[in-house]
């Protein structure tokens, strides 16, 4: 290895000066900026913050999942799929619209067998759905005993807020998740454990670095101001007993 090149391993190592190691690709450098928020987007696969984040709470918690016996679904599938499709030997994709996966589902009405998952992920879709907690009790019901669901979503306030209709310039979200918006999962699963940024190593750069006092916005025109410019990211692991 040259200079230049241990040089950028090890400020990627302890992050400084934007330079920072991807979990998923393994490479360091510096993260790109991606819709006005700083070190966002790895330079060599594109994973954002969220994606580093759920990459490295599924190298845990797919130790639980047997690769050959257990079964798998992801829905919107992303920067994830790669790795869940490797790990597991049955998996499946689905979303409500696209023609790129496996099912055509709807999360509120889901014509699965109950019990037919152990493993069910999808990251960013729950800010879409209207009847969220049909979709959730419709996620539990297809769950095995033993099952997780990762539901992520983004989350720009302390408190949800609903949106009258669905915006448009947001990839039509129909609100945006706050810090009391896994207490509908808690509503539902058994066990939801939370985890941040913060539990993770600051090299892999699991923070949303932005501007959110610019809040509300033509684009955005119901998110509230909020001050800081970094924000943690959220992995919400939901566990059926």
């Known amino acids: 290895m040259n200079i230049r090149n241990l040089s950028k391993t090890i400020l990627a190592r302890i992050g400084l000066l934007g330079c920072f190691t991807c979990p998923i690709c393994g490479e360091s450098g510096r993260f790109e900026k991606y819709m006005g928020r700083e070190h966002a987007r790895c330079w060599h696969c594109g994973s954002l913050e969220r994606h580093r984040g759920q990459y490295l709470v599924l190298q845990e918690c797919l130790k639980n ?92 306030s302390g ?37 941040t940024s913060d539990d993770f190593p600051n090299r892999f750069q699991p923070y949303v670095y932005e501007d959110r006092t610019v809040f509300p916005t033509e684009t955005s025109p119901y998110q509230l101001p909020e001050t800081g410019r970094k924000f943690l990211e959220i992995v919400p692991c939901c566990s059926k007993q």
Request: hydrophobic share 40%; proline share 7%; charged share 25%.
């Open 159 to 195: 408190k949800t807020i609903e949106y009258p209709e669905p915006v448009p310039t947001e990839h039509y979200h129909v609100r945006m998740p706050g810090m009391d918006y896994f207490d509908r999962y808690r509503e539902v699963f058994d066990t939801v454990t939370l985890y």
């Open 65 to 156: 999942f047997s690769p050959t016996d257990s079964a798998a679904i992801q829905f919107a599938p992303d920067a994830m799929t790669p790795f869940l499709r490797q790990h597991f030997q049955n998996f499946k994709t689905a979303d409500l619209y696209r023609d790129d996966v496996d099912l055509n589902l709807d999360l509120r009405r889901l014509a699965l067998d109950d019990e037919s998952y152990d493993f069910l992920f999808a990251s960013h879709v729950m800010e879409h759905v209207d009847d969220d907690m049909a979709a959730l009790n419709e996620i539990y019901r297809v769950l095995k005993p033993g099952g997780l669901a990762i539901l992520a979503v983004p989350s720009r």
